[in-house]
């Protein structure tokens, strides 16, 4: 359940070259790219970019110089350190689309002359590694410094901005029984008791333990909060989920879904440490509960966890659910 982000990258190359007498310069050359970025597990991702990029290569003398256009292709796996710095370790392939001459003239009237010649490599291989800093929200500086593995006469360092365009969020699960995004239970049959939402049918609902204070200890003693982004957001925000579960006729519980979650606090959920993961496996460990009984009798049923959580720092604050879901209670028989 973790986001994929599309991102626009303007950026620079910083080229280090070196001439026939092994005297170096550096030269500057712009770029442009777009890149997908996908969340694999905690704190660890991979971006693939495509971009057009021009590049300096090594020179015959410090006036006239090689500018090569390319079509580069890159794959950057990369690792979160913490709320605003990736470190990203990666390859890229090269295609040389143009290989070009710089003459420069010292009369306006002639001007810089560009002559196109062709290159020994029209193709090549690079390894990179770098850092990538959070700027504001949606925007991202990334350093890379690489080097090519062909030919070792030049060395490269990038300097772009990532600026996500769009994200494709959650894909919640599709029940007729929840409005996802209003996160309410209206269909007749369901009813609330202590925080758990159950079938009308069933005469005792199931429990856990000795009820809801110590079902949200067991919550706020198990779930691992990892950093977010921005430290503001730390007690300030309340992230609501409705997880629908099913327990056995022994009381023992399991994640069916995720059946709603505010669509405006989706970007939190992902940048708070892909916390639905994270309380799925908590609540897939915890211990029987009471199971639900109809007519005394101990019965499979499916129910509806609502938990309105609070982060605080490294940890979570749960809230009671009635400040997070609304249902249709049963009404009573006269």
């Known amino acids: 359940i973790t986001p994929v982000n599309f ?19 550096n030269v500057f050359y712009p770029l442009i790219g777009i890149s997908i970025t996908k969340g694999i597990i905690k704190g660890i991702g991979i971006n693939i970019a495509a971009q057009y990029s021009y590049r300096g290569a090594n020179h015959i003398s410090p006036i006239y110089k090689f500018r090569n256009s390319y079509i580069d292709f890159q794959i950057t796996p990369q690792i979160r350190l913490n709320s605003f710095l990736n470190f990203q370790i990666g390859g890229q392939y090269s295609q040389l689309l143009k290989s070009q001459l710089i003459i420069p003239s010292f009369n ?11 290159s020994k490599y ?49 894909k919640w699960k599709d029940t007729s029984r929840a409005n996802i995004y209003g996160m309410k239970i209206n269909k007749n049959g369901y009813i609330e008791e202590n925080g758990i939402i159950y079938p009308a049918t069933v005469n005792s609902p199931p429990k856990f333990r000795d009820g809801l204070a110590n079902l949200y200890q067991y919550f706020e003693e198990n779930i691992r909060v990892y950093p977010i982004i921005y430290y503001n957001d730390y007690g300030n925000i309340n992230i609501p989920f409705l997880f629908e579960l099913k327990i056995d006729t022994i009381g023992k519980v399991s994640v069916v879904g995720l059946a709603g979650a505010s669509p405006s606090e989706q970007d939190i959920l992902f940048r708070s440490g892909h916390l639905p993961d994270n309380i799925e496996k908590v ?52």
């Open 7 to 25: 991102a626009l990258s303007p950026g620079c190359n910083i080229s280090k070259l070196k001439n026939d007498s092994s005297e170096t310069t």
């Open 108 to 118: 306006p009237i002639i001007g810089t002359r560009k002559e196109n010649i062709i």
């Open 122 to 170: 029209n193709s090549q291989f690079e390894c990179f590694t770098g850092f990538s800093f959070l700027l504001q929200k949606d925007v991202n500086l990334n350093f890379k410094y690489s080097i090519p593995l062909k030919s070792m006469d030049y060395k490269n360092f990038q300097i772009a901005l990532n600026i996500i365009l769009h994200k494709e969020y959650f």
């Open 283 to 334: 609540i897939n460990a915890m211990p029987l509960w009471s199971p639900a009984l109809i007519n005394g009798k101990a019965t499979d049923i499916t129910f509806y966890l609502p938990l309105n959580i609070k982060l605080d720092m490294n940890k979570i604050i749960l809230l009671p659910s009635k400040y997070m879901i609304s249902y249709k209670k049963r009404k009573k028989n006269k």
